[in-house]
Nanobody
């Protein structure tokens, strides 16, 4: 069992940067793939980025070159560095973990945090 708590979301101006953090508790963190998803008002949840247990990374086309995912297994942490933010990045961002696969499909992930809100606005 894994519990996930996200933090780092806030109001930021267009062009700004944020780093989201995901703190995990529980066992076997090293073996899990970790992903960030987001859901904007009125839209479906979408996969943003993921990192597998061996460090392979995946990014949605909309964030490639702007977002970077990383993990620190010793601290049971995952991060999402977000640069060049735009209003289209406004959403509730979720951290997810799973051991059954990797990538941006939400069906791979069994454990979910409650999310952290990112608002990009003047």
């Amino acid at each position: 069992q894994v519990q996930l708590v996200e933090s780092g979301g806030e109001l930021v101006q267009p062009g700004g940067s944020l780093r989201l953090s995901c703190q995990a508790s529980g066992s076997s963190w090293d073996y899990y793939s970790i992903a960030w998803f987001r859901q904007a008002p009125g839209k479906d949840r979408e996969g943003v980025s993921s990192i597998s247990s061996d460090g392979s990374t995946y990014y949605a086309d909309s964030v490639k070159g702007r977002f970077t995912i990383s993990r620190d297994n010793g601290k049971k942490m995952a991060y999402l560095q977000m640069n060049s933010l735009g209003p289209e990045d406004t959403a509730l961002y979720y951290c997810a973990a799973g051991a059954r696969g990797e990538g941006l499909g939400d069906f791979w992930y069994d454990y979910w945090g409650r999310g952290t809100q990112v608002i990009v606005s003047l």
